[in-house]
């Protein structure tokens, strides 16, 4: 199979593509032909080794000490399967489903092996295969962080800021979803955009400082790291909430003190990749409450200049890379619009 691959760290020019055998599935596991995948992130960061200021050595003892411990990256994806081991019956062939290898990686490639009860669920038929590779990285760090992490209530005041990204977009939808007031930080070129997805009000913060405004939030939520406590701390009300998806060194390790201090919270952490979060946000897609946000669609050749793309910090919503047709997933299944108690994990 065809995959691309990495052997050491750096910009997108190290990404090339490589041959590899065919992965065979184990008895509890599916074989899956890989028709999107996305570059997130999460891509980014593993390839480039690009960390908060004093994190370098953590993020090599994550990835890999002299070079990348996972050389095929890629966190999500959709296809159909191609085979399933012994043990599995849940799944059939020809199956469409969605996946969310997460930190396991591996979606960058023809063929990706999951086990059968792991970060994999059946695709409705009311999404499309681009659409459905976009979903798991932003929208299960946004379900995660905002439902089981922060408890996000029906009524509070939510700032996101990095609203335009693949997390920030999801989190304004969600927040939305949930009953909140929302306020978006990001560019003038995005705000239409991000309004769509449901903003209340829209903030760019080339003109205008999004906590200098006098207005008090129950909840802010950074999203990209560029703003930190000491900014953020004056419109969060007492008691109300700092959400903290990416930040800077002193804020992951001292937050939640520096937090508690000032009469207020601070709500950090990583984001679980547990599969029924994973099924929470692809059911709100099914009905139409989640929309995933697609900047460029590229062809699986075209995986080098995905990531230059991502590499140019500008994205928005998330960088889809398709690798066939799809008219071999035979119809997988039917979700019908519902309302759904929200499902904590």
């Known amino acids: 199979m065809l995959a691309y691959a990495y052997t050491q760290y750096g910009s997108s020019d190290v990404i090339e593509q490589v041959t590899l055998p065919q992965p065979t599935p184990k008895p509890n596991e599916v074989l899956i032909r890989i028709f999107a995948t996305t570059v997130s992130s999460g891509d980014w960061r593993a390839r480039s080794l690009t960390m908060p200021k004093g994190l370098g050595l953590m993020g090599r003892l994550v990835f890999g000490l002299r070079g990348p411990r996972k050389p095929i990256l890629g966190t999500e994806f959709s296809g159909a399967i191609e085979a399933i081991g012994s043990e599995v019956m849940t799944y059939q062939t020809g199956d469409a489903v969605i996946g969310f290898p997460g930190a396991a990686f591996g979606a960058h490639a023809e063929f990706i092996t999951m086990t059968a009860d792991g970060k994999l669920t059946l695709k409705p038929e009311n999404i499309d295969f681009e659409q459905a590779a976009a979903i798991p990285f ?36 969600i927040a939305k979803h949930l009953g909140a007031h929302v306020t978006a930080v990001c560019s003038s070129g995005n705000a239409e955009m991000v309004r769509s ?79 029924k ?25 075209e995986m080098k200049a995905a990531h230059a793309h991502v590499d140019t910090g500008h994205k928005k919503g998330n960088v889809v890379v398709t690798l066939t047709s799809h008219g071999r997933a035979r119809s997988s299944v039917e979700m019908e619009p519902q309302a759904k108690d929200v499902i904590y994990a």
């Not at 005041?157 to 999801?170: D, E, F, K, P, T």
């Open 138 to 173: 932003g929208a299960t760090t946004a379900y995660d962080f905002l439902v089981n992490k922060a408890k996000l209530q029906r009524g509070e005041r939510v700032l996101i800021n990095g609203a335009s990204g693949s997390v920030g977009s999801a989190c304004a939808q």
């Open 197 to 275: 997805l449901g903003a209340d009000r829209v903030i760019d913060y080339r003109m205008q400082n999004a906590v200098d405004t006098g207005i008090q939030y129950d909840m802010v939520v950074d999203t990209v790291g560029t703003l930190p406590w000491a900014q953020a701390k004056h419109a969060i009300r007492d008691g109300g909430k700092m959400v903290l998806i990416a930040g800077i060194t002193s804020d992951m390790f001292l937050g939640v003190i520096k937090a508690r201090l000032a009469g207020k919270k601070m709500v950090g952490g990583v984001a679980s990749e547990h599969r």
């Open 277 to 301: 979060i994973l099924e929470a946000v692809v059911e709100l897609a099914a009905q139409g409450v989640l929309q995933p946000v697609i900047d460029r669609s590229y062809a699986f050749k």
